[in-house]
């Protein structure tokens, strides 16, 4: 958990620095490997939302299954 308090203090530096602002709204996080709740709690720290797998970036699927039939279609039914 330090380590997101450190990027966390990380990006406030940078909007002070640069002059540039950081939109958390707009961000969201996922993790690999880790429990639901230390996720929550991460994007809590974070001020973002959280994201689960497979999801979809520039039109394509990242994170699905590859052998399964539908994986290169590139649209994800939600």
Do not use: W
């Amino acid at each position: 958990m330090q380590y997101c308090y450190l990027c966390r203090s990380i990006l406030d530096v940078f909007e002070i620095d640069s002059g540039l602002k950081v939109n958390f709204h707009i961000n969201k996080l996922g993790g690999v490997g880790i429990s639901c709740e230390n996720l929550l709690r991460y994007a809590s720290i974070l001020n973002c939302k959280t994201m689960s797998t497979p999801f979809e970036y520039l039109g394509l699927v990242v994170g699905g299954n590859p052998r399964s039939e539908d994986f290169g279609r590139g649209s994800l039914e939600r």
